[in-house]
């Protein structure tokens, strides 16, 4: 069974950092793909991020350069930095991982897609 841990979070100013972690288990990390999605109050879940198996990254246009995401294969563990935070920042974070030989199960917010297994969120509030 995948599963996923997330840490990190908090509250912070606007112009703030934070930095989330996500450690994953039950499957091979090196061969899976992870993702950061996010659900602000009232909102779909939204991605943030993912990361290939190769360390190829993707950024949502209103995270780019502010964002970066990483993966540490030998402690099958990703993180999310998150720099120059503002108010619309604020939401729960969730982990994602797509592993090709895991059943998919459904996310926790709306408009999720179906993938391997989920965090249990961790939340990020950005205080104008």
């Known amino acids: 069974e995948v599963q996923l841990v997330e840490s990190g979070g908090g509250s912070v100013q606007a112009g703030g950092s934070l930095r989330l972690s996500c450690t994953a288990s039950g499957f091979t990390f090196d061969d899976g793909d992870m993702g950061w999605y996010r659900q602000a109050p009232g909102n779909e879940c939204e991605l943030v991020s993912t990361i290939s198996s190769d360390g190829s990254t993707y950024y949502a246009d209103s995270v780019k350069g502010r964002f970066t995401m990483s993966r540490d294969n030998a402690k099958a563990t990703v993180a999310l930095q998150l720099n120059s935070l503002k108010p619309e920042d604020t939401a729960v974070y969730y982990c994602?991982?797509?592993?090709?030989?895991?059943?998919?199960?459904?996310?926790?917010?709306?408009?999720?897609?179906?993938?391997?297994?989920w965090g249990q969120g961790t939340q990020v509030t950005v205080s104008s």
């Open positions: 994602a991982a797509s592993d090709r030989g895991s059943p998919l199960v459904l996310g926790p917010c709306p408009k999720a897609p179906p993938m391997s297994a």
